[in-house]
Structures are given as C-alpha cells and as structure tokens.
C-alpha cells in the first residue's frame, strides 16, 4: 500500500520514496504549450507548492521523475532550461527590512544554486542581473517560479500601513519581470489572493489569471476520480458519499475537487 503524501511538497520525494501520487502533468504541458505568463490562485494547503516543485523538475529535465506519467510522453526532454524559484511561505516578515533582507536571500540563494558569483546590490538589479547572466551562460531562458507570492502582505493585513508597505516592496520586486521577457521562458506566481494589477502588478500586466479559468480547474485538488482511483486501497472502508458531502465544497468553474490536506488526513 502506498503511503499518503499528508503535507509534501516535493515532487522527488513523493516519486522515489513509495507515495500516493495524483498525475497532474497534464496541466504542465498544457500551459506550457499555451502561454507564458501565469498567475494561480487557491486556498492555502491545495497543492500549490507541489505543482510549483513539479513544475520546476520538468523544466529542468528530470525525466526519471515522470515515469509513467503523463509528461514523460507529452514533454520535450532534449532541452531543459535553468529555474528560479522564490517561496515566501516560511514564518512571518513583520516589517519591510525583514522582507528586503529575504528577497536579497532567496536572490542570492539563487545565485549560489546556479554557480554564479554574488555581488552585494539592489534587491530589483540582483534578479536582473541573475536572469541575465543566467541566460546568457547556458544558453536557455529562465524559468520563473514564485511560491505564495502575497504572504508577506496577508500576514500585515491588520496594520493597514505595514501591509502597503509590505506591498511596494514586493512590487518593486515584480516590477522588474516584464522588462526580462527576452530571458524567460515561463513565469508563474501562486498564492492565495487576488491583488488588482493596479495595486501589485501595475509593471507586470501581462500575467493571465488562470484562477477561474474551466480549463485548469482540477489543476490543483483532487477530483473524485482521482480520489477513488489513486487512493483506492485506503477507501476500502469508507463511506464515499459520506466523504463527498464533507469535503467536496471546492468548485473553480470545472469538476468539483477536494482539499488535499483535508481529504488525507
């Protein structure tokens, strides 16, 4: 019996250590294929994080990873391309210097994961500069990846000025995306509000909010299909109709879908 994925989000480890596993490749290839700039929306504990993660183990050529999987035979395996990814989940930023100093971080981080030498500047230049270079020494355009991008305003939204604050520091980080169209490949920013373009991505209009869109509604979540397919072995005993009526309240404009996080525990 596989064992159940209650809170991973690493592709490699649910892949390789013997987890339940619902095939959501399908959608990589399908935005892939379609656009470039995206932006996602779901509650918190949806799956977001492991979408981005499979996301970025598919750009960067880990085809071991898909075996058996939708991808395997619907992806491009000859190319894979350099992937940056900004995660502002962990612990709360409770004022602007903390989140200036965590931007400048995962930049740097970012750096270091790619090889490249760091030089103290500017948090919007740092990124610049790295997805410049990172395109220039291999050859390929970046992948762009942001994990929860609107936490760090969320987490202030009971200080209204900190919130704004927190706001333009992370526009000023944003700001610089749509001016690296040559060097990217793929954009997407998740998390778990919608912020105007007004507001936020005044400099990045040109992301298509795929939220609602029907086509991608089970991207994240579990339909009932995959629900009674892959976890057959441990719903035996369980009352389907009783499980539907509790957690099945999650609709995006396609096939109904369950939490995750809910469903498994």
């Not at 072995?233 to 539907?244: D, K, P």
């Not at 009526?245 to 995006?252: A, D, E, K, L, P």
């Amino acid at each position: 019996m596989k064992k159940l994925p209650i809170g991973l989000q690493n592709l490699r480890e649910m892949r390789t250590e013997g987890y339940a596993y619902v095939d959501k490749t399908f959608f990589i290839a399908q935005l892939a294929e379609q656009g470039k700039y995206y932006f996602l929306a779901r509650p918190r504990r949806f799956g977001k994080s492991l979408f981005v993660d499979t996301l970025a183990e598919a750009f960067a050529g880990s085809r071991e990873l898909f075996a058996g999987l939708y991808l395997e035979a619907h992806w491009d395996w000859s190319r894979s391309y350099p992937v940056l990814r900004f995660d502002f989940s962990p612990g709360v930023l409770s004022d602007r210097a903390l989140l200036d100093a965590t931007l400048l971080s995962q930049v740097r981080f970012n750096h270091e994961q790619h090889g490249l030498p760091w030089q103290e500047q500017p948090v919007h230049l740092a990124l610049t500069h790295l997805v410049e270079r990172l395109h220039q020494t291999t050859g390929q355009p970046v992948v762009l990846l942001v994990d929860e991008y609107d936490k760090p305003i969320l987490d202030n939204l009971s200080t209204p000025e900190l919130a704004t604050t927190m706001r333009e520091g992370l526009r000023n980080f944003y700001s610089v995306i749509k001016r690296l169209d040559p060097h990217l490949k793929f954009v997407l920013l998740t998390g778990v509000s919608k912020f105007s373009k007004v507001s936020l991505f005044s400099d990045l209009n040109n992301l298509e909010d795929i939220t609602l869109d029907p086509r991608v509604a089970a991207l994240c979540g579990y339909t009932e299909p995959e629900l009674t397919t892959t976890f057959a072995e441990h719903l035996n005993e369980v009352e389907i109709a009783e499980v539907r009526r509790w957690y099945n309240g999650y609709n995006f404009l396609g096939e109904p879908v369950y939490n995750p996080f809910d469903i498994l525990l």
